[in-house]
Each structure stands twice: as structure tokens, then as C-alpha cells.
């Protein structure tokens, strides 16, 4: 691996009528009941993100404990998270008991 940074930035809605609602972030928490092939394939599916991106988010999670996947307004933060809720246990890993957690934190700043 080589020595860049690992940091990823969460996509961002830019929508100009959303600008004057507060702006959320839905962040994934990292676990050990899941895998990277399963991270990836979430993200993919439910964020459209690239192979790449996940890729890059699930390095981050595991490595930071963290990661932002998305930065919006409160409604469509609440439906992704419950989405990455609602994704299910990964069928790779016979520990996995069902979905990863995320949780929806205001924008500051």
C-alpha cells in the first residue's frame, strides 16, 4: 500500500433549493461482521458510488472507525441511513447477524 491518505470525501447534494435547509451527514460506523466485498457492494447499491469510492470509504471506515458517506438534507440522511439499516447480515461472514449501523449528524460549519 502505498502512504497516501485515506481520507474520503462524502458526496455532497447541489441542489440550490436544498441550500437554506440545514445540511446532514449520514456517517457509517465501522464493525467486525462485515466484510470489505460487503461494504463495497452496499455503497454501491444504495449511494451509486463507484467501485473506487466504496473501496476508499470502506478503507476509511475500518481504519478511522468512521467514514461520511453523504452530506444532505435531513430527509433523504434519514432514508439512506435507514437503507444501510435495512440492507441485511453478510452472508459471507456466518457471525454476521444483520446490517451495519450509520447514523445522521447535523453539518456544522
Known sequence: M???STSVFP?????????LQPLY???LLNDED????????MLE???GFTESTA?????????????IL????LEKAEQRRDHIHSY???WRLPRSMGSMSAIVEPAIG
Open 45 to 47: 447499491k444504495i449511494f
Open 25 to 27: 451527514h449520514v456517517i
Open 70 to 73: 453523504l452530506t444532505c438534507e
Open 2 to 4: 502505498s502512504s497516501r
Open 11 to 19: 458526496e455532497i447534494e447541489d441542489d440550490t433549493s436544498d441550500q
Open 55 to 67: 473501496l476508499s470509504h470502506a478503507v476509511e471506515v475500518d481504519t478511522k472507525g468512521t467514514t
Open 88 to 90: 441485511g447480515a453478510d
Open 34 to 41: 462485515h466484510t470489505y466485498d460487503y461494504v463495497i457492494e
